[in-house]
């Protein structure tokens, strides 16, 4: 039997290495779900010969609306496993440059299911404001009536502190990064009872600065939707900086600067005590895909 299929545009771009398909919002996809559990396959979605990487992180739907100043994009992150992230901050940065690079504008603001940021073009990348992180029980969530913070609390045999920076975080600290069995250690976190919807979990090291009075984590996370490690999650290194200054591991969460497998990222603070994450994208490829979410 023939399938009748539509092809659509897509742009493959990434953030410190943590990789999305971009997929202008007003094309018809019909099944958004299945678009990104096909092409987003690590073994059999979209492919390249250049980058030598198959499938992706997500598929970024944007909705550019250049009528307004600054130009914004109405952001939705639908996932590996078919689910909406509320938001992703190196995401938020390839959104960003893919809008800017059709505007001409430096700056953007960026509608997401966790609130709006603004992204602005600086010297060494894109800088994303990102919002307020918040140990609220009832804005992580975490289950039951809970009034307490979870801070430095056991969790299937992990010490987390839990902190959502747009997207619920279960941070880490340890003592040897390169030594942490992600893959057996996080997805009973992840999946653990106290957090009805689930958790993105992250392991920080700290490790030496590189610029003078600027504290250093290594970091590498679990990603709730990916079900794995990725090369690099903005929004679990704010979580990291929150949790750090919140236990006082460091005075202040900014600035703080952060290594991942994918590259590096900076967070500072805005004027108005903002965090400000900021870090490199890169445009990977552009091709065309079946809309329905099909190979055939
Ligand atoms: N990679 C993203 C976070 C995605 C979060 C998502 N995995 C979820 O909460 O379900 C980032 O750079 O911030």
Not at 18 to 46: K, Q
Not at 109 to 123: E, H, K
Not at 227 to 235: L, N, P, S
């Amino acid at each position: 039997m023939s399938t009748l299929t539509t092809a659509v545009a897509f742009e493959k771009y990434h953030g410190t290495g943590n990789e999305f398909l971009i997929v202008d919002a007003t094309d018809p996809v019909p099944d958004r779900s299945a678009f990104a559990t096909t092409h987003c396959d690590r073994s059999t979605g979209v492919g390249s010969d250049t980058d030598g990487q198959t499938g992706a992180d997500g598929v970024l739907f944007l909705q550019l609306e250049d009528r307004f100043s600054p130009p914004r994009i109405i952001m939705t992150l639908v996932q590996p496993d078919g689910s909406v992230a509320p938001i992703c901050g190196n995401g938020a940065r390839c959104a960003a440059v893919w809008a800017m690079d059709r505007t001409d504008a430096d700056s953007v603001m960026i509608d997401t299911q966790a609130g709006t940021r603004r992204a602005t073009r600086v010297d060494d990348g894109i800088a994303v404001e990102m919002g307020e992180p918040t140990f609220a029980p009832d804005r992580l969530p975490l289950a039951g009536n809970r009034t307490e913070p979870l801070i430095e609390e056991s969790v299937e045999g992990l010490t987390v502190t839990t902190v959502n920076t747009g997207v619920p975080q279960a941070v880490a600290f340890v003592d040897d990064i390169e030594s942490v069995d992600i893959e057996s250690a996080a997805p009973a976190v992840r999946h653990a009872d106290v957090f009805p919807a689930g958790t993105n979990v992250t392991f920080a090291e700290r490790t030496d600065s590189r610029r003078e009075g600027v504290p250093r984590f290594r970091q590498r996370s679990y990603e709730r939707g990916i079900e794995g490690e990725t090369q690099a999650c903005a929004t679990g290194s704010v979580a990291i900086a929150a949790a750090a200054s919140r236990i006082g591991l460091i005075e202040s969460a900014a600035p703080v600067d952060i290594s991942l497998p994918g590259g590096e990222l900076r967070i500072s603070a805005t004027d108005r005590g903002e965090l400000l994450l900021t870090g490199a994208v890169t445009h990977e490829f552009d091709g065309d895909l079946a809309a329905e979410g099909v190979d055939d």
